[in-house]
């Protein structure tokens, strides 16, 4: 098993940034490959970007693609999200998953709690 904690979520004005972590313990990190997801409120999740267990392979959803990017460091046993250029519609919660496949968003077994947040127009 393994334990997520997101961080780093807020409140920021459209066209900032904002950078996403989650913290991983429990069993090797390198092991699985990572995602994050999102929901808004009132709408079904959307899965929106995956990393490979070497961090070799990333996928971005397009809706996001060009403003948000994925990585990780094993090492520290962390994901990130970087964001910027933010939008209004990019509100939501967001969550750290664990364990699925990089590009489908399918099969994450373990999930963390999930960070807010909000971008004001």
């Known amino acids: 098993q393994v334990q997520l904690v997101e961080s780093g979520g807020g409140w920021v004005q459209a066209g900032g940034s904002l950078r996403l972590s989650c913290a991983a313990s429990g069993r090797t990190f390198s092991d699985y490959t990572m995602g994050w997801f999102r929901q808004a409120t009132g709408k079904e999740r959307e899965f929106v970007a995956g990393?490979?267990?070497?961090?070799?392979?990333?996928y971005t959803a397009g809706s996001v693609k060009g403003r948000f990017t994925i990585s990780r460091d094993n090492a520290k046993r962390t994901v990130n999200l970087q964001m910027n250029n933010l939008r209004p519609e990019d509100t939501a919660d967001y969550y750290c998953a664990a364990g699925g496949n990089v590009y489908s968003g399918t099969g994450y077994g373990y999930w963390g709690p999930g960070t807010q947040v909000t971008v004001s127009s």
């Open positions: 990393i490979s267990w070497s961090g070799g392979e990333t």
